[in-house]
C-alpha cells in the first residue's frame, strides 16, 4: 500500500527525521527505506509535514515494533542525540540514571549516556559531563551531508544549532573567502568548503583545530580549508587582513570584542554574521551599535537580516545579525 513519505538526501536523514518527529508527523508504524542516496521517511499526516520537505506517495514495509525510549519508560524523556551520544539534562542524578538506563533498553544506537554536569565555560565554551552509560565522549555526528567527529569532553559542539548552520552555509557562493573567527570542529567552514567557498577557521583550542582538520579531510575539502589554532585577533593581524567576503562570529556574550579584528579582516564588502545573546526587549540593539561603532567611517554597514536562532534562557535570546559592510 502506498503511504506518504518524505523523501530526502539520504545525508540529511537523521537532521529530517528530527524535524518530522518534532513536527509530530512520523508514522511509527512503517519502516523507513533508504535507497542509493535518497531516505524516504514514512509519514502519518501529509499536512503536519513543514512545507520545506517534498512529500512523495510510496510502498514501505509496515515496521516490526521497535521499541522507544518512551515505550521503555512510560513516558516522553527529554533527549538529543549527538551520533551514538545521548544527552539529557537533569539536575537529579537518580532521575538521569532511570532515563539513561531506558534509553539504553530501548532499540536506540546507543553506546553513550551522558548528562551535562556545567554550563559550557570557560573561553573554550566546553562543558563538563556526567556519563551515565560507556566510555567514550567522542562520537561521529553527521548533519546536512557533512560529517564531524568530535569529543564532547574537549571541544564545544551543539547539535541544536544544525538549522542556523544550513541557513548560513546555504548564502555561500563558490568562490568567496570565507572566514571564521569561532570556527570549532569546522561545522560552518566545512559546508562553506563544500560549496565551493576558500574557508579559514581559527579557534583557540588546539583539540577543536584537530578535529577541524580531521573534519575538512573526512568530508574531502582538506585543500580548501585552512584551520588556523590562536586568538583569533592576532591571527588576522597576521595574515588574513582585509581577506574575507564572509565572516561568522558564533561567540555569543564576547564576540564584540573581536569586532575589530572583523573589520580589519573583510573585504572591500563583506557580510558578516554576527552571533549575540541579550534580553529578549532589545535582541539585536547593542550588537547592531557595536558593530556600528568598530566599523567607523571605513564601511557603510547595512543590516540585511535579524534573526532569532532560539530561546536562550527565560527572557533571553540567541541571535544573528547579518550585517554588509560596504566600504566608504
Ligand atoms: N563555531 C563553532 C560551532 O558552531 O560549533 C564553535 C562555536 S563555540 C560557541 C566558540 C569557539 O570559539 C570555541 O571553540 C572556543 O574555543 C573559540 N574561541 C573563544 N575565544 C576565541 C578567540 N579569541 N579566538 C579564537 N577562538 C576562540
Known amino acids: 500500500m ?28 512503517r519502516e523507513i527505506v533508504v535507497e542509493d542516496d535518497v531516505i524516504y521517511i514514512p509519514v502519518d499526516d501529509a499536512d503536519a509535514v513543514p512545507s520545506s520537505f517534498e512529500v512523495v506517495r510510496r510502498e514501505v514495509p509496515e515496521r516490526e515494533t521497535q521499541s522507544t525510549p518512551a515505550d521503555v ?26 532515563l539513561a538506563a531506558g534509553i539504553v533498553e530501548s532499540d536506540l544506537p546507543v553506546e553513550t549516556v551522558l548528562n551535562r554536569a556545567s554550563k559550557v ?28 567527529r568530535l569529543d564532547l569532553a574537549e571541544v564545544y559542539f551543539s547539535p541544536r544549532l544544525a538549522t542556523e548552520r544550513h541557513r548560513v552555509s546555504s548564502q555561500v557562493e563558490a568562490g568567496e573567502c570565507v572566514f571564521d573567527m569561532f570556527a570549532g570542529v569546522g561545522p560552518f567552514v566545512i559546508p562553506a568548503a563544500k560549496r565551493g567557498a576558500t574557508a579559514v577557521g581559527v579557534d583557540l583550542n588546539p583539540i577543536a583545530v584537530r578535529y577541524m582538520r580531521e573534519n575538512a579531510d573526512r ?21 588574513y587582513a582585509d581577506w574575507a567576503d564572509r565572516i561568522v562570529m558564533n ?10 579584528a572583523a573589520v580589519a579582516a573583510a573585504g572591500e564588502e563583506c557580510v558578516i554574521h ?13 550588537g547592531e551599535r557595536a558593530i556600528r561603532d568598530a566599523a567607523g567611517d571605513a564601511y ?13 534562557a527565560p527572557h533571553e ?12
Open 2 to 29: 502506498d503511504v506518504p513519505c518524505v523523501r530526502a538526501d539520504r545525508a540529511a536523514g537523521e537532521e529530517t527525521r528530527r524535524a518530522l518527529a518534532a513536527a509530530d508527523a512520523l508514522a511509527a508504524d
Open 73 to 98: 519508560l512510560g513516558f516522553e524523556p527529554s533527549y538529543e542525540r549527538l551520533g551514538d551520544v545521548v544527552i539529557v539534562d537533569e539536575d537529579d542524578d537518580e532521575r538521569a540514571r532511570e
Open 121 to 148: 565555560q570557560g573561553e573554550l565554551r566546553v562543558r563538563e559531563w556526567d556519563v551515565l552509560v560507556g566510555e567514550s565522549t567522542e562520537t561521529t555526528h553527521r548533519e546536512y551531508g557533512c560529517e564531524y
Open 219 to 239: 568530508n574531502g575539502v582538506a585543500d580548501a580549508v585552512t584551520a588556523v589554532e590562536g586568538d583569533v585577533r592576532d591571527v588576522v593581524a597576521g595574515e
Open 251 to 260: 561567540l555569543p556574550h564576547s564576540a564584540d570584542e573581536s569586532l575589530d
Open 274 to 286: 554576527f552571533y549575540d545573546i541579550q534580553h529578549e526587549d532589545d535582541p539585536f540593539g547593542p
Open 300 to 312: 557603510d554597514v547595512v543590516v540585511e537580516n535579524r534573526h532569532e536562532v532560539r530561546s536562550y
Open 317 to 328: 535570546v540567541n541571535v544573528c545579525l547579518d550585517v554588509r559592510l560596504v566600504s566608504g
